[in-house]
């Protein structure tokens, strides 16, 4: 009992069984734990006798009192200037003493209004926890987390914590200007300079400079931008594209998010409650175009870097840009941050023969609409992938009219429907009635990844044997393959650790069921591409017109690669995965370069992560750390 087993993958872990009801003395006059009143009471009971300082003497928290051997712990920017998942009690206790000198958190409050108060929660078979919301403070700002507390397994009288999270929300002296803290709006001498002409001088950076420059004016720019706007940190968003928007609009014409509106909203300024559940992309490239305005965010489109230089004796870039194709212009921030996806350049593979292909080949992020292609009704359209943009690409050619339609899938694919699965993953949390997207943002968080994959094995069984049965049913009859992750894990780990590799069901499958779009597999691959299509490995023929490559991206770095060359490429980490510990690589955090960083993913990532590394750059600014001196 308690004890977690891997199969040689270090992210792979079998839930314990825990309960945390019964009669003991962390109850409340000895009742059962399931009034909401005593819940509070024993929550905070448990948090006032948690010291995560030391005293006087010199003494730190019995870590082996309040934590079950083989418990977790996720710090954000709390105790270390990173993002740490540290694993059993031991590792706990050496975490806590080696910061125990330069920071510590105290003043833990449980949660005890809105809906993530504490409450027991039957987690998995065999599996209860009683967890909290929970407010804190650090030596440099406040905070919040989650508390799990399961029974002892060695004492059934003792309530001990099987994970807490701490998450950093602000800055001492330094609060975001928001609500009670926003700016008047008036101006001192309006008859000299109003608000217009004050945000003109603002973007055009004659005078100032920014701190901060940013590459890339999709969710990633914008949202990270308004964050450091906030904090007071000036910033400047840099876009090779006509508008603000066009990365969604430029895109392939049937496209639409694939999570639920509820999950989406930008930090800030959530979509109005008539915004549809799935969001088009052209209506999302105006709503990005409309928050760069309201949150009054400095954006140059049409803009592009020509040269950039890093000097680790000044800590600031030298960096030379195009301005609307023609305006040259040196900026020196200190900061750069990498925002044009979470994915570096296309993949574009190539195949022997191509150049005998009498039909069209190209890369699926290429694809505009099927529509484009002349006499589309007499050609054979395949698609190369069976990811979420190959799908789409290919019900895309279906609806347009195609003579015939193929996905070419070499490995197996996740499939979850958009409508079913993937709402019922977010309705725990991201709902209409839920809690507020702030605090769900924080609980969504909390859980180390190792533990949430494990968790997420239940519920895609859920889906396979119950919700979603008849569709993989049908895939399958189809020949298409299911593949849900090691050990079952489904969407999230898929995610986290390909950034594709799933799709989100948004009505392809159907398709692919009903036969009007066929499927053909083949683990080894393509072989060769003949006049009239290509030959696979294993010696099907498949007869094309049109080939779609949808093959995904490279690493991050491949674009830091080709907007800041290989000097700077070479001193940065690889993107996305997980490290040792179950954290993402160098997202978010420390990229492997000072004064630089990787920000991408979906917008619910962009929404909360934007936070953490505003934080991280505010603390820089105000000496608060400092960074890793570049490495030769």
Known sequence: MGEYHNSGDPHVVVLPSYTCTGKGEDNVNGNRLDDRQDLEDVV???????????????????????????????????????????????????????????????????????????????????????????????????????????????????????????????????????????????????????????RNKEQAFVESAPTVLIIGAGQAGLNTAARLKQLGVPSLIIDRNERVGDNWRMRYKSLVTHDPVTFTHMAYLPFPESWPLFTPKDKLGDWLEHYASIQELNVWTRTTITSAKYDPLTRAWTVDILRDGTTPRTLKPRHIILCTGHSGEPYMPTFPGQETFYGSIYHGSQHTDASHIPSLSSKKALVVGTGNSGHDIAQNFYENGAKEVTMLQRRGTYVINATKGNLMQHASLYREDGPKTEDADIYAQSLPFPVQFALSTHFTKLLREDVEMEMNDGLEKAGFKIDAGPAGSGLVRTYYTKGGGYYLDVGCSQLIIDGKVKVRRCEEGIEKFVQDGLVLKDGQKIQADVVVLATGYDNMRTSVQKILGEKVASKCKDVWDLDEEGELRAMYRFSGHAGFWYMGGNLANCRIYSRLLALQIKALELGLYEQPPLRD
């Open 44 to 198: 905070q009971a448990f948090l006032n006798k948690l010291r995560f300082r030391p005293d006087q003497a010199g003494d730190s928290l019995d870590v082996h009192h309040y934590f079950i051997e083989n418990c977790w712990l996720r710090d954000f920017l709390c105790f270390k200037w990173d993002f740490r998942t540290i694993h059993g009690i031991d590792a706990v206790r050496n975490y806590f003493h080696d910061c125990a000198s330069s920071a510590f958190v105290t003043k833990l409050k449980c949660k005890r209004s809105g809906s993530l108060t504490p409450k027991i929660v039957d987690v998995a078979e065999g599996l209860q926890w009683l967890e909290s919301l929970f407010d804190f403070e650090t030596h440099v700002g406040h905070g919040s987390g989650v508390i799990r507390l399961v029974r002892d397994p060695h004492d059934s009288n003792r309530l001990k914590i099987f994970a807490i999270s701490f998450m950093l929300q602000g800055l001492n002296n330094c609060e975001e200007r928001v609500r009670s803290l926003r700016p008047p709006g008036t101006q001192d001498n309006q008859n000299v300079s109003n608000w217009l002409d004050t």
